[in-house]
């Protein structure tokens, strides 16, 4: 087994962390953040993460360390850098974080032993060689002789990350040094053998078809490792506008996207997955990864027009759910409208830069009320628009209250499974905007409940005849102040 610290208990950090304490490896986490290193010793997650917590309970003290101190980096055989990379003004990426990690790296090396640091965060290519120099300006060691830095990119889905990190569809080494090589081929040797790949499943009950492959390790130089993680995330983004685009036009001829994107996807070379239609692609990662991307594209002079493309095609798609709903409500002046999920997908607590904060301000700027509700996400959601004068409500029932309309945005499980006819008995009209075409029209329509979704005329009615709304009286100041009071 080797030493290993991971600087940064963020997201990446501690999943990365956990998983590899999980292998036995012994593990440091290294955050600076001492709130965030109580929690883990205490075996608390940091983060919102299913499955998480559980495993750092079980891991901690034992395998998994976690401390603020870098001095644990003086007997590492692997550092991994999982820091924050946000984007700045312009699109690219702020290194701040990373230069800092390997500042601090390098004020803890043992010049006697030979060091792997991998960068693990999602950076611009050429971070390794930065990284290198910061440690080298920084001790007078020397890359390669000392040290090296490895490209190892994470592709792990929030709300699915413990199956993705354990159960990956490859591991993506970017680097030409012997030991480097050798090291990471090491580390996750447990990963490339089928006995271990079912111990995990075994241990964490997971749910694996006995026939799924082992991951495919690809080992490759570091500039090509540090692409393929833009490349990968700007591509499923394009993916994804490539079928709301198709949704709209679905929408139009009558046809069923399900079905459009069910049928090529049958086709190996375009795969069902990322096929499902939403408002638009958001989170933490793609809308940065895609920014970052078109801004180095910049730098070079090279036009990244379908990637830009996809953009501003994502940006038409938050604009089409609400354009949708004017059609539906005519004007929307007055009018209440409960939103259901903020995060930019279930079972994440995260807010940040999803298309709910879009779809908000432009039904508030159209004289909307609006109330919202979400399991997780409303508290970093009200931090990340603290200006936004909305009602955040406790429930789901709560959000459809005297509503006109309400839009599903995040496809939380619990929206399939509400109490409809309470949620018909609180609303004003009875309609639903399902954004993620999960709910069951036409039980729905049982209630007199009108759900429409997207790309799919059919759906529109429910029972395939147009509903009567009633047209209740719009809103008044007193409302305004109830609803946001
Ligand atoms: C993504 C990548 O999947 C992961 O490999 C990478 O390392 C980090 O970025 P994540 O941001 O957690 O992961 O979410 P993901 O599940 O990829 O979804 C991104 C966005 O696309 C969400 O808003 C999601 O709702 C949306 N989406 C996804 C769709 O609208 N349709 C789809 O078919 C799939």
New binding site residues.
Partial sequence: MLNVVCIGSGYVGSVTGAALAAVGHPTTVVDVDERKVALLRQGKSPIYEPGLESLIQALIGKTLFADTSYEPVRTADVVFIAVGTPSKKDGTADLVHIREAAAGIGRHLDPDRFTVIVNKSTVPVGTAGLVASVIERETGLKAERHFTVVSNP??????YALEDVFFPDRIVIGSSHPVGLQRMRELYSPWMQRSGYERFAKHFRFEVDPSRPLPKYFETDCSSSEMIKYA??AF?AVK?SYINEIARLCEALGSNVKDVAAGMGMDTRIGDK???V?SG??????PKDTAELLATSEKYGIELSVVRSSVQSNRQMHDYVVQKLRRQLKSMNGRTVGIWGVT??PNTDDARQTQAAHIVRELLDLGAYVQVHDPQGMAMFREMNPDLPIRYCESAYEAADRADAVILLTHWREYGQLRWEEVAARMNRLYVLDTRNMLDSERLWQYRIQVEGLGNSQRASGSGQAAVIPDPDSGSPERVRELIG
């Fill in positions: 994470e592709f792990l889905r929030e709300g990968a995330n499923l994804i990322f096929l499902e939403s692609w958001s989170g933490s990662c793609f930019f997908k």
